[in-house]
């Protein structure tokens, strides 16, 4: 059995060796029709376009992808062909909470946004939305939830329409995924007339997809000053990101909001999960990130201890230093780990 494993998926060298005959890692952008052609299986991330142009003609049976994302590979063109795919749903949840609530942190500090009486509305409940209202809720925050989807399956008591979350929210979050199609489209979902409704001037958070947010509407709406300020993870046009746009956002990052060890680690795990029971392989392996370098933390409030751990400006400051650096920046991140990694001594 031969896998083709995409280089830059963590902690999974020494093990995905021990299921398969011949392991080839390559690039997420160097997969093509030849690598792929006598392959039996792909383990990828979203970087790899899995469809028909890479995948007719080969003998792939099985795709993982070690991401909650599946926007990447052709569902449809898979299940016509008898492909299998898997891919690692809240895998990295842990690693977004951690970037929202170190964000929301640093807007009271560094922008004066006061958490207790702001109103968060949460667009997208899923794995990653449900534990950013906890953290909301946890800050004092009033928070308001809006996912179509599931006010459809379970009914509208627990959720509002987005017209109500840009009436009368103060921090507007985005966790959806990336749909063009379906009852509840979520390309561009915020749009020029999205902007153009907000009577609050809020602050706008994306870690989902770069399309979930029109960036020129954005920078537009940011220079009339319909919005407060910005939050930006994921770009339209990745790697290539709106460089006006990254200069005028408070927090502008490359595509690493999940990208902790702990979710990294997970991410890995459920792709060679779903691998082994697609193979009927036994699944006697341990994924574990490795320890923090300094794993006790002193500091006089949590906020202080939490942003200790992981400040997001870090890495806002590198990529505006070097916008054409997004895809190495990326690429050779230090995966972080996330809180419970930590003893915090409150001094």
Known sequence: ?????????????????????EVVYAEGGEFDSRLVRDADALIVRTRT???????????VRFIATATIGFDHIDTDYCRRAGITWANAPGCNSGGVEQYVHSALLLLERDRGLRLQEARLGV????????????????????????????????????????????????????????????????WHLADNAFFSSLPRCPYILNTSRGEVVDNEALLDALKHNRVADAVLDVW??????????????????????????????NATRMALQAYCRFFGLPEDFRIEPPAPEHPVIHAATEADALLQIYNPLTDSLRLKADPAGF?????????????????????
């Open 49 to 59: 376009r899995c469809d028909r142009r890479l995948l007719e003609g080969s003998r």
């Open 123 to 186: 667009v997208g409940v899923g794995h990653v939305g449900s534990r950013v209202a906890r953290v909301g809720r946890r800050l004092g925050m009033n928070v308001r939830l809006c996912d179509p989807p599931r006010a459809e399956r379970e009914g509208d008591a627990d959720f509002c329409t987005l017209e109500e979350i840009a009436r009368t929210c103060d921090v507007i979050t985005f966790h959806t995924p990336l749909t063009h199609t379906g009852a509840h489209p979520t």
């Open 1 to 21: 059995m031969k896998v083709i494993v995409d280089t830059k998926i963590p902690y999974i060298k020494g093990i995905i060796e021990r299921l398969a005959d």
């Open 327 to 347: 895809e190495a920046q990326r690429g050779d991140y230090h995966y972080r780990r996330e809180a419970d990694a930590y003893t915090i001594i409150i001094i």
């Open 236 to 265: 339209e046009n990745e790697p290539k990101v709106n460089r006006s746009l990254l200069e005028r956002v408070f927090i502008g990052t490359p595509h690493i909001a999940g990208y902790s060890g702990d979710g990294k680690a």
